[in-house]
């Protein structure tokens, strides 16, 4: 897709400091990293977010992103580690082609992904699933 920055890094078009490169991936670290060794899983063939892209594309995106988790985890040796993916502009998503993000985490690092839990009330918990099993 023209005009989309990730498209033209995961192509080549623009250098990045890639970790790994296949036919259908590209793995770059972060420029802006939440943490050592934050990086970024994009599929070389355009799609926006989750809702665009192939089955086939995510089931690969997954396998990839738990080889690379194996791979950060062992020659970082961090302590723990997170899959974060962002769809759509409320949920924090800037760029708008698919990526997941690969982050190190290590005791005490400060990185905040978290949320203060709420409340499943027996409404909601029967609106959800009237809703999503019909
Ligand atoms: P999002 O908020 O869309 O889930 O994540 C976008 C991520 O892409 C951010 O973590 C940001 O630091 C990173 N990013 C944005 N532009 C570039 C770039 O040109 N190169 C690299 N390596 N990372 C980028
Ligand atoms: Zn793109």
């Known amino acids: 897709m023209e005009n989309c920055i990730f498209c033209k890094i ?4 623009i250098p990045s400091a890639t970790l790994y ?14 943490s050592k060794g934050h990086a ?3 599929p ?20 990839l992103a738990k080889k ?8 970082l040796n961090c302590d723990g580690f997170n899959i ?23 005791k005490n ?4 992904i978290q949320w203060k839990p709420g409340t499943l009330t027996d409404e909601v918990k029967a609106e959800i699933l009237e809703k999503v099993k019909g």
């Open 10 to 13: 995961a192509n080549g078009e």
């Open 21 to 34: 490169e296949d036919e259908d991936f590209r793995v770059i670290l972060d420029l802006g990293p939440a």
């Open 40 to 42: 970024l899983i994009l």
């Open 44 to 63: 070389k063939t355009h799609a926006a977010n989750i809702y665009e892209i192939s089955d086939e594309m995510a089931a690969k995106a997954m396998v």
């Open 68 to 75: 690379m988790a194996s791979k950060l985890t062992e020659v």
């Open 84 to 106: 974060v993916q962002n769809n759509g502009e409320a949920a924090g998503q800037t760029v708008f082609h698919f990526h997941m993000h690969l982050i190190p985490r290590y």
């Open 109 to 112: 690092d400060g990185v905040g």
